[in-house]
């Protein structure tokens, strides 16, 4: 017996069910629901490490070590530029500061 002799029956079933427009509607409702519960039960499965994100894990080291491996990665790349020559980077760190006024705007 053929893959396509053993399909045949069921593809029968879902031509007959697709030609009812009630049966139709249906069908895509459950189909949609089927969905949702999948996506409902994969939030709550552990995440496997291989599936994670490629970003790197958060140091716990300072701002001023997450600088300096900047600007070492920073050098390196841009040394590899053809015509860069010898290159210097020099990470710096800006802080926002709202600072009052009495100036009529």
Same mark, same amino acid.
């Given at each position: 017996?053929?893959?396509? &002799?053993?399909? !045949? ?6 031509? !007959?069910?697709?030609?009812? &427009?009630?049966?139709? *509607?249906?069908? @895509?409702?459950?189909?949609?629901? !089927?969905? @949702?519960?999948? @996506? !409902?039960? +994969? ?18 080291? +300072?701002?001023?070590? %997450?600088?300096? &491996? ?10 590899? *530029? ?9 990470? *710096? +760190? %800006? ?11």
């Amino acid at each position: 017996m053929t893959a396509r &002799e053993r399909l !045949a029956p069921l593809a029968a079933r879902l031509r !007959a069910a697709l030609a009812d &427009e009630k049966q139709r *509607v249906n069908l @895509l409702v459950c189909m949609g629901l !089927a969905g @949702l519960l999948l @996506l !409902a039960v +994969s939030s709550w499965l552990p995440a496997d490490s291989s599936t994670q994100s490629a970003a790197p894990a958060a140091k716990t080291g +300072s701002t001023a070590d %997450y600088a300096a &491996e900047l600007e070492t990665r920073l050098t390196a790349l841009i040394s590899r *530029v053809e015509g860069a020559g010898k290159t210097a980077v020099m990470a *710096v +760190s %800006y802080t926002h500061l709202t600072l009052p006024t009495n100036r009529e705007v």
